[in-house]
């Protein structure tokens, strides 16, 4: 299934738990960066709720097209067209993105990774839902990522603020 056709089936849905969870940690001023933000969903949940959202993803048609009719909120909303790997992550609070990591091969979701540990500020909250290793869509890959919760917190930052981990298992 293309980008394009999964935010097609999957706009309109509600915000996921994660989403809903991680917004009791996040001062009314933060920027968040929604990582793969597909059909935003959770964008609009975050705007919506007055946060100003960063909507990261490499096919923005869809969510360009639902933003004209959400016009109380879409100036909270900044849209970029761009692959993750090459996004400058710097100067936001909030990095969320919920399964987009997962589809990642596992050499960029560790350069990934690397960038997010070393180029977020001090007490940058992450919010993230990734693929476990008992998940019903893993298999023994380098074209994904799949891990478990001991392998992931093992590569995490020890002055990160707070985390927020869901895996899909």
């Given at each position: 299934?293309?980008?394009?056709?999964?935010?097609?089936?999957?706009?309109?849905?509600?915000?996921?738990?994660?989403?809903?969870?991680?917004?009791?940690?996040l001062d009314k001023n933060?920027?968040?960066?929604?990582?793969?933000?597909?059909?935003?969903?959770?964008?609009?949940?975050?705007?919506?709720?007055?946060?100003?959202?960063?909507?990261?993803?490499?096919?923005?048609?869809?969510?360009?097209?639902?933003?004209?009719?959400?016009?109380?909120?879409?100036?909270?909303?900044?849209?970029?067209?761009?692959?993750?790997?090459?996004?400058?992550?710097?100067?936001?609070?909030?990095?969320?993105?919920?399964?987009?990591?997962?589809?990642?091969?596992?050499?960029?979701?560790?350069?990934?990774?690397?960038?997010?540990?070393?180029?977020?500020?001090?007490?940058?909250?992450?919010?993230?839902?990734?693929?476990?290793?008992?998940?019903?869509?893993?298999?023994?890959?380098?074209?994904?990522?799949?891990?478990?919760?001991?392998?992931?917190?093992?590569?995490?930052?020890?002055?990160?603020?707070?985390?927020?981990?869901?895996?899909?298992?």
């Amino acid at each position: 299934m293309s980008s394009e056709q999964f935010q097609k089936v999957t706009q309109g849905e509600p915000p996921r738990e994660l989403a809903k969870r991680i917004i009791k940690y996040l001062d009314k001023n933060c920027l968040i960066l929604d990582c793969g933000c597909g059909a935003c969903n959770d964008t609009i949940f975050f705007a919506s709720q007055g946060y100003k959202v960063i909507a990261l993803d490499k096919e923005t048609k869809i969510l360009e097209n639902r933003l004209k009719n959400l016009s109380d909120i879409k100036d909270r909303i900044t849209v970029l067209k761009s692959n993750i790997m090459d996004f400058e992550i710097e100067g936001i609070d909030c990095f969320y993105s919920s399964f987009t990591l997962s589809f990642l091969s596992k050499k960029d979701f560790y350069e990934l990774w690397n960038n997010i540990r070393y180029k977020l500020k001090k007490h940058t909250i992450i919010g993230i839902n990734i693929f476990g290793n008992r998940d019903e869509w893993y298999r023994d890959t380098d074209d994904m990522t799949f891990m478990d919760k001991e392998e992931f917190t093992s590569n995490q930052r020890q002055d990160m603020a707070s985390f927020f981990i869901l895996f899909n298992t």
